[in-house]
């Protein structure tokens, strides 16, 4: 991939600080991440999904030293209600979640941290979602995804429900849903205001022949996931990085102005 100019590599896994925790306790996911950033080549690295109940801290060590990595953190926590987190097999409590959020900030001031939530799982109820509620507000996570618990065969939660219970427990938890992502768009519009008056490198994903506009996306902006930054510029080509100066917000987006050289 070096070797054929791509200028972002995403690692992405389940756990990515899982790896090699076969083989030894304490894994082998810094020494991978090690050998692939100090790969020859123009490229920056962005880590997808690391499970925030065993987070490696020395990450953020490397991060300081190793400029290739992108200070970019998505960390599943899933709920914040320590009954639900309990049911789903979690060891992690959201006290220890928000620490690590703080944690991961006061390591490194720009760090952009983003999760995933889970709605409706078995007795998720109005205290709980409460809880979740004010767990996101004391947070202030830049991004945010979430989903309905979905009722699977062949898992552990299957027979605690019978369907017609799972319809109007969905019903219930989209509602849910809806009010928890007013939330975080909020809080996300809010968290991208620090980026503007800043320069920032743009990789770009799409030019329109005609147009001196493009889209793309700055360390902060996973891709399919989080929003875009829309890139106003002569001469751009995707798949390339130009240095862009970031004029205002707009929605959940960036606008920017590409930097002659």
């Not at 790896?19 to 962005?46: C, H, M, N, S």
């Not at 979740?132 to 945010?144: A, G, I, P, S």
């Not at 995707?238 to 930097?259: N, W």
Request: aromatic fraction near 8%; charged fraction near 30%.
């Amino acid at each position: 991939l070096a070797d054929h100019g791509i200028k972002e590599i995403n690692i992405i896994a389940q756990d990515l600080a899982a790896y090699g925790t076969d083989v030894t306790e304490k894994g082998l996911f810094i020494d991978l991440l090690e050998k692939i950033a100090a790969i020859p080549g123009d490229f920056k690295i962005r880590l997808l999904y690391i499970h925030p109940d065993a987070f490696p801290t020395e990450l953020l060590d490397l991060m300081k030293k190793n400029s290739r990595i992108l200070h970019y953190f998505d960390l599943p926590m899933q709920h914040a209600d320590p009954d639900v987190l309990k049911e789903m097999g979690r060891t992690g409590s959201p006290e220890k979640y928000a620490d690590l959020v703080n944690m991961i900030r006061t390591e490194l001031p720009d760090a952009v941290i983003r999760t995933t939530l889970m709605l409706g799982y078995l007795h998720e109820d109005d205290k709980a979602f409460e809880l979740l509620c004010n767990f996101v507000k004391k947070c202030r996570f830049d991004w945010m995804g979430s989903f309905v618990y979905s009722r699977e065969e062949d898992t552990p939660a299957y027979p605690l429900r019978t369907e017609q219970e799972q319809e109007e427990a969905e019903s219930i938890a989209r509602k849910r849903q809806k009010k928890l992502e007013k939330i975080q768009e909020k809080i996300t519009a809010r968290r991208l205001e620090r980026f503007v008056g800043n320069e920032y490198d743009v990789l770009i994903e799409e030019t329109f022949e005609g147009q001196d506009l493009a889209i793309g996306r700055i360390y902060s902006q996973a891709p399919d996931v989080d929003g875009q930054t829309v890139v106003m510029g002569q001469n751009m080509v995707a798949g390339q990085v130009y240095r862009c100066g970031i004029r205002r917000t707009a929605g959940l987006d960036l606008d920017a102005v590409k930097i002659d050289d």
